[in-house]
């Protein structure tokens, strides 16, 4: 998925000064640690991709949103929006585009999702496994849910690349808006599994509500999310934004 003003093509050798800014956009809601943590992501990539110029903006109740942050930018300046999110669906169909279409006067692209790529499965795993997963663990995938069916098949393909990961069967639980529900899930998984303890990992980029409600669901031991605030951003993640950047940054007109 990637919405584009003009054609695309390589000017990854281009200065970092002439290169389009980046526009970091996650959903961490009204969370000071989720804004942290989405912060130490922005200057981690800002760093790696050499001073290149990064803003944050969420869709949701934290400002600011996608159009006041391209707003807050040079009123002519390319810009490349790489969505921090883990599935598609309405902010993706909807919210994005609609900020992009009312964009004028500059060049902007919105990348590829995060997801589906290998590195966020490792990320899950490896949260999974600093958890303590043993092998007799019955792993439950905590994720936001949406209205959207897209949202939801995204979810579910996730919990099966998961599965193959780890070689076991992983559960998908949605916290709003899908079925089953996380609670039911966990209910479910420990009717079937009296004897095993019960991970739940949170399919989430950030601590926020939806964090709080996967820990308290009823899991034994509850992983933590993608983004530690106060912790280094995992490199894997660092790179896959750079790399979604400079794949949507090729050929745009440089200002």
Known sequence: ??????????????????????????????DADGRRAVGELKAAVETRLGGVDAVAAFVDVQQPDLSEALNSLRPDRSAVVVPLLLSTGYRVHSELAHALAASTGRSVRVSELLVPDDAVMDLL???????????????????AGSSDHRAVRDVLDTGRRLASVLERQVTAGFLTAAVPHLSSAVETMRRLHPSSRLLVGPYLLAPGMFADLAAASGGDVVARTLLVPGVTPPAPLVELVVRRYRDAAGGMTLR
């Open 125 to 143: 795993a490896m949260r999974l496994r600093q958890a303590g997963l043993r092998d007799d663990d019955v792993v439950v995938l905590a994720a």
């Open 1 to 30: 998925m990637t919405l584009t003003t003009d054609s695309p093509g390589d000017a990854s050798a281009a200065p970092s000064s002439l290169q389009p800014a980046l526009v970091l956009v996650a959903h961490s809601g009204n």
